[in-house]
């Protein structure tokens, strides 16, 4: 094996070697710099390291390969997580490789023989004089003339940043670029081969500039996923990452260049990989591991083109693939059999000459396909539309900058790959139909403009007979359901979950002994039971006497069977049979929080560690539900009681009898129906029943303050100065005190700094103004971050809103924790 040959040997033989064999010496380790005289051997261990020590380069050997290549990972991540290889075609097999700069700025790796290169970058458009390479701090690998500004980009003779791999780092562009030979680069990711082998794999990301610029995945050289144009403020077909999302990042977007970086929280970790399954992802690095916090293709109507032209995909309906309104399909036949492809096509031709056409609004759609579309910078929609009519072939027009309502895009050909979105996330497409098809376009969209004998014959009248169907059949539905024991099959299959029999749960439970008895929440007891030998499960029984709990039930079950999180309880099965109503769950051995932080027999303390861990790993949880998936999910009872520890004390978010879906945009919704708990809920909530993501974010800083303080926000029989926690925990802050509250057992186990980012945190957490408290994503980011705790926001005082109802407050059928406060008749519904 070759070694690293060490400039620091002063024998006089070993000097005349050194003079003889070349090259002369090899860079040290920790240094950022390669020179022509000082190369870079594989020694398994020397790497450069950027100057301020984020990145590393230097040979490597994936996991469960012997191969070596050069590459760039984190440097102070512990699992090696590259983001740069420069030989992924042409690997070295033994530990021999060595990347060297030649004296005219050309980097090579050569292996044994050190003649032949495996891999180079190429001569520079001009020669260098001096050349050096360079890690930089961002992670581009660069090269430039010795002495000049290391992070100027215009010194840079070739750099990795124009060459990525799979990864796009913060100050990387894509699309296409000039370089200064005069060739047009064009600058995607391409997904490694598989995990262990970089060599290009199936999916490359990418910028189309064909037409107005569009984000695609092509598998093989085909498109497979296209993510639209951008629109001044997202992706068309990516409405959930939109510019300057969450703090994160942002795009900075021209004709044909894209780049992307990080705005305010300057130390989050963040990345976009193309993975070799074909899933693009933007990765966040949160307190030792990789948070994916978007990613894509999702769903099916992310599959390119599943609904051919002139139709749009919708997820949450079956069959997904829909005409534009006046088009009819292409094919039929096959449109009968559920195979959209074939798309659609109109039902009366355009009447281009005398004028007559008009245009239908499309809203909330991710625009067709504009790779062959025509762009108009500086025309209002006005101007757009006139230009549109006057062109015969104009099938479609739209805005091309929503914020600045300017611009104009225009469809000369069929419209395809479109989506129409959930309400607020999409942009208008103006559908340009003939004027007989201008009226029945808006009334299947709008049937209640409709009047006259006509609509009632045709539309009140079969209404009338439906709704009378309707009723018919829900009464008997009803009367089926109270008097015999009916297993609701067609119910079940919706529900993608496996569903229990009544008996198998009885055995396991020992038909519901109390002795097996876990607790009792706010729908009826929890049991703990075995299937088999070996599986433990928790079973949530919901009390027949409750009829309220039947919509939380089925809330639930639709609910969680849909969530995938290490940080939410999963759900294994449901039981529904005659009256009784089951949940089975994995069954979590450590039970809920509360009994930690304050039960009445508190035979094992939580250290610091390990409430540090659980504050994480329910920002986590809630992350995921406030953001990760397209709806957002807001749990509307978070508390202590509802975070189940498993056996290594992790947690897991449990209870979402109470949680609501928001179709994207939408950000909040007002309930006559306040449902929640004591002490959690914020004061918006409590006073006008309006909830959001935000919500859950004070109940959430609720929660961090009571994990810290080890003591309840609310306790039922305090005195309001006695529980005024958040009151007292603002306080103390401000005084510089607030250690004085944290609960005294720590002693010297307590990390002073992470306790007071986490109340900093918590207090922004729970400040009174919604638009006040940070999301999810930023909560996390600031847990986590390195920054210097002055630099974060100063939390306002808090202002306990539920204080103010005490007198309205009826507790619900949990007893003490839980309660509903139901100022008006109940009348909210479910949105599932
Ligand atoms: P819940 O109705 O979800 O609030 O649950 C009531 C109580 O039952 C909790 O506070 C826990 O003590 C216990 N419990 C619920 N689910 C589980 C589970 N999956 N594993 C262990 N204990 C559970």
Not at 49 to 65: A, E, H, I, T
Not at 441 to 447: I, K, P, R, V
Not at 713 to 719: F, H
């Amino acid at each position: 094996m070759e070694r690293r040959i060490s400039c620091s040997s002063s024998s006089a033989l070993f000097f005349v070697f050194l003079l003889l064999s070349w090259p002369a010496c090899s860079v040290s380790s920790g240094a950022d710099t390669l020179s022509p005289d000082r190369p870079l051997l594989d020694d398994g261990v020397t790497a450069l390291v950027s100057s301020g020590g984020r990145f590393r380069l230097g040979f490597f050997g994936p996991n469960g390969s012997t191969n070596r290549y050069v590459g760039i990972w984190y440097n102070n991540i512990p699992d090696q997580t590259v983001v740069w290889v420069a030989n992924r075609r042409h690997p070295l097999t033994t530990l021999s490789g060595n990347l060297s700069l030649t004296t005219n700025g050309t980097l090579t790796i050569t292996g044994e023989d050190n003649t032949t290169a495996i891999w180079s970058s190429g001569s520079p458009a001009s020669g260098l004089r001096n050349p050096v390479a360079r890690i930089l701090d961002d992670g581009n690998f660069v090269v430039q003339e010795a002495g000049s500004n290391g992070n100027d980009s215009n010194s840079f003779a070739w750099q990795s940043f124009d060459f990525p791999t799979d990864t796009l780092l913060p100050g990387m562009a894509l699309g296409q670029k000039q370089l200064r030979t005069g060739a047009i680069l064009n600058i995607n990711l391409t997904a490694w081969m598989s995990s262990t082998d970089p060599a290009p794999g199936q999916y490359v990301f990418g910028l189309d500039v064909r037409g107005d610029p569009q984000l695609f995945i092509w598998s093989d050289t085909r498109p497979y996923w296209r993510g639209g144009p951008w629109n001044g403020r997202w992706f068309s077909g990516v409405p959930e990452v939109r510019d300057g999302a969450d703090g994160v990042i942002s795009f900075n977007f021209n004709k044909d260049h894209l780049s992307y970086r990080p705005v305010s929280q300057s130390s989050t970790i963040v990345r976009w990989t193309m993975n070799s399954s074909g899933q693009l992802q933007l990765l966040v690095w949160a307190e030792q591991s990789w948070i994916v916090s978007w990613y894509i293709p999702k769903d099916r109507c992310d599959q390119i083109f599943l609904c051919g032209p002139n139709s749009y995909c919708r997820s949450n309906i079956s069959p997904p693939c829909t005409c534009l309104p006046a088009f009819h399909p292409r094919n039929q036949r096959n449109w009968n059999m559920l195979d959209g492809s074939d798309g659609c096509t109109r039902t009366t031709p355009l009447d281009c000459l005398n004028n007559t056409d008009g245009f239908f609004t499309q809203s909330d759609t991710k625009l067709p396909d504009t790779s062959r579309s025509t762009v108009v910078a500086n025309l209002s929609l006005e101007g757009c539309r006139a230009l549109c009519l006057s062109n015969c072939s104009c099938r479609a027009y739209a805005e091309l900058d929503i914020r600045t309502a300017s611009g104009c895009l225009i469809w000369t050909e069929d419209l395809t790959d479109m989506t129409v979105y959930q309400r607020g996330l999409g942009q208008d497409l103006y559908v340009r139909l003939a004027a007989a098809d201008l009226a029945s376009a808006s009334a299947s969209e709008s049937s209640h403009h409709h009047s006259g004998r006509n609509i009632l014959l045709t539309v009140v009248l079969p209404l009338a007979i439906l709704l009378f169907l309707a009723c018919v059949a829900y009464s008997i539905w009803r009367w089926k359901k109270r008097f015999s024991q009916i297993h609701y099959e067609a119910e079940d299959k919706d529900m993608e979950l496996p569903l229990f029999d009544l008996n198998t749960i009885k055995d396991a439970t020992d038909d519901f002994s109390p002795d097996n008895k876990l607790g009792e929440g706010g729908f009826g007891p929890v049991y703990k039971g075995k299937l088999g030998e070996e599986q433990e499960i928790a079973v949530k029984r919901l009390s027949k006497t409750s009829t309220q709990g039947v919509d939380e039930f089925k809330n639930e079950i639709t609910l969680i069977a849909k969530l995938q999180h290490r940080n939410l309880v999963k759900l294994l099965g449901c039981c529904i049979q005659g009256e009784e109503r089951l949940l089975i769950y994995e069954y979590m051995s450590n039970g809920s929080l509360d009994n930690f932080l304050f039960g009445e027999a508190q035979t094992v303390f939580l250290d610091w560690r390990a409430r540090y861990n659980i504050i994480l790993g329910v920002a986590r949880g809630l992350l995921y539900l406030h953001h990760d998936s397209r709806l957002r999910i807001v749990h509307r009872d978070l508390k202590a009681s509802n975070i189940l520890l498993d056996k290594d004390m992790n947690p897991k978010i449990s209870d979402f009898g109470m949680a609501r879906i928001f179709g994207g945009d939408e950000s909040e919704s007002i309930t006559k129906r306040v449902v929640g708990t004591y002490g959690y809920m914020s004061p918006e909530y409590v006073m006008d029943g309006i909830f959001s993501i935000k919500s859950d974010v004070f109940s959430f800083g609720v929660l961090v303050l009571e994990i810290i303080s080890g003591k309840r926000n609310r306790n039922v029989g305090q005195s309001m100065e006695q529980s005024n926690l958040l009151g007292n925990m603002w306080i103390m802050s401000k005084e510089g005190k607030c250690l004085d509250l944290v609960d005294t057992k720590f002693g010297h186990l307590l990390s002073e700094n992470e306790v007071l980012r986490c109340v900093k945190v918590g207090l922004l957490c729970v400040q009174k103004q919604p638009e006040d408290r940070p999301t999810m994503s930023s909560v996390l980011a600031m847990l986590v971050s390195v920054d210097n705790i002055s630099l974060l926001p100063e939390p306002k005082q808090p202002d306990q809103a539920d204080r103010h109802h005490d007198k309205d407050c009826k507790l619900g059928d949990s007893g003490m924790s839980s309660l509903q406060l139901v100022p008006y008749p109940d009348t909210a519904t479910n949105i599932l």
